[in-house]
């Protein structure tokens, strides 16, 4: 379960302006709910000329500040600092996007996300706009009149640990175990202003560029959009191949690590806000080669994953559990005794790599390896970590041995790979 404790701070604890609503709400399309954009309230109409956009279709998120981020032990180190983020108010979808038939549209890439809303009239969440729908804002906590320790709710459902009663992902306080083994259309999670499934399912793609490095508290952002421009995009809220530290709502994904469940939903705004003052992220390769040192390479997947060594636990080497890998790659074994790869990775920096071999070996009673991403072994690069400048790093040796987890057997604690496209 995610504890939020450690990241209140009084400083955090922004005033809350007041939300004044007018005499009389209009509804003109006559739908029976008043516009949203003039009554600013909960359960009003996202788009008043439009009777087939109601609060079933898209919920509207009121103006104000919420706090962004997390400092929990699970939170990686581009969560931080927790900071107070200034909204205007805007809508988002109720429910992830479906295909045709009524399925969740799971694969989907985010230039056909993005246009894919652009031609609604409206345009991906940007990240904060997301946390926000997931979190709640500041008017919700104890304080209504300002930020308070109870406005950092872990999970869009609150603070409840997850399960497959709360989210469709991969349950991990044991054996890690799937809710259902794909996405589906359902309501297991309904956050503050009433959207579904902000959490599992499927990742979801949000509108900025990704940066480890965009969160700041002064000046303090208002609207952001991210960085102006980069080479990852973020997603956000787990999926259901995903850990339980994946539904915490403060989780970042970027597009170096994106499979098969990946998904969206659309938002409607009126204030485009700024991009925030960062460079745009540079990235480099760490190239190497993996070898099979319990003999050749076999199976369905090779994973080859790379954490920020900030990440890790203690000198273990390994990444503490809940903290999202910064890049992930998968290569396609046949039996080669070594296998060449090179992994994108932002510049100046310190990484663990670590690679886990898929052989579709079922877990045994009692067996060691839970999580079947790792059922053909594991491996550490010599020499971990592995500091990175602004040029490419190359003669890594990777080598993979069945049942070499930490202690003998199991696969780093991380989040596990992605499903395959």
């Known amino acids: ?13 922004a005033v809350v302006p007041p939300i004044t609503e007018p005499g009389t709400c209009p509804d003109a399309d006559g739908d029976g709910a008043a516009d949203a954009w003039t009554c600013n309230r909960t359960g009003t109409d996202c788009d008043d000329k439009d009777p087939a956009v109601n609060p079933t279709t898209e919920r509207w998120v009121p103006p104000g500040p919420f706090l962004m981020g997390s400092a929990s032990t699970h939170a990686g180190t581009d969560e931080g600092p927790v900071h107070v983020v200034q909204l205007s108010g805007y809508c988002v979808d109720v429910a992830e996007k479906t295909d045709a038939a009524g399925a969740v549209l799971e694969g989907v890439t985010w230039e056909t996300a993005e246009s894919t809303c652009r031609a609604l009239g409206r345009s991906l969440p940007t990240e904060a706009q997301w946390e926000k729908a997931a979190r709640g804002g500041c008017e ?3 304080d209504r009149a300002h930020c308070d320790a109870g406005d950092l709710r872990p999970y869009p459902w609150g603070s409840d640990a997850p399960s497959c009663e709360h989210a469709n992902h991969q349950v991990s306080t044991g054996a890690p175990t799937l809710c259902e083994g794909s996405a589906s259309v359902g309501v297991r999670n309904t956050g503050p202003y009433g959207h579904t499934e902000l959490a599992g399912n499927v990742w979801e793609w949000v509108a900025d560029w990704y940066h480890p490095r965009v969160y700041h508290r002064e000046p303090a952002r208002v609207d952001p959009r991210g960085p102006a421009s980069g080479s990852l995009h ?6 259901w191949n995903t850990f339980s530290t994946n539904m915490r709502v403060a989780n970042r994904l970027t597009s170096n690590l994106e499979g098969g469940a990946s998904g969206f939903r659309c938002a409607r705004a ?13 990235t480099t390769f760490i190239r190497g080669t993996v070898v099979g040192g319990d003999g050749p ?51 100046e920096g310190s990484y663990l790599v670590m690679v886990a ?6 877990r045994t009673p009692g067996g060691k390896w839970a999580a079947p991403a790792a059922s053909g072994g594991f491996g550490m690069a010599e020499g971990n970590p592995l500091a990175v ?25 991380g989040p596990p790979p992605p499903a395959p496209k």
Do not use: N
């Open 234 to 239: 973020v997603l956000r809220g787990g999926g």
């Open 140 to 142: 919700l906590g104890a």
């Open 297 to 347: 390479l076999v199976g369905s997947a090779l994973y080859v994953t790379a954490f920020a060594a900030a990440d890790a636990v203690g000198g273990s080497g390994m990444a503490a559990p809940g903290r999202s890998p910064v890049a992930e790659l998968k290569l396609t074994p046949a039996g080669e005794a070594s296998l060449p790869f090179a992994i994108e990775v932002p510049v």
């Open 1 to 13: 379960m995610e504890d939020l404790s450690s990241s209140w701070e009084p400083s955090l604890a």
């Open 270 to 282: 009126r204030v485009e806000g700024s991009f925030d003052a960062v460079e745009p992220l540079r």
């Open 389 to 413: 400048g602004t040029e490419a790093l190359g003669g890594v040796k990777v080598t993979v041995k069945h049942d070499a987890g930490p202690g003998g057997g199991g696969p780093p604690p």
């Open 357 to 362: 071999l898929d052989a579709g070996r079922p």
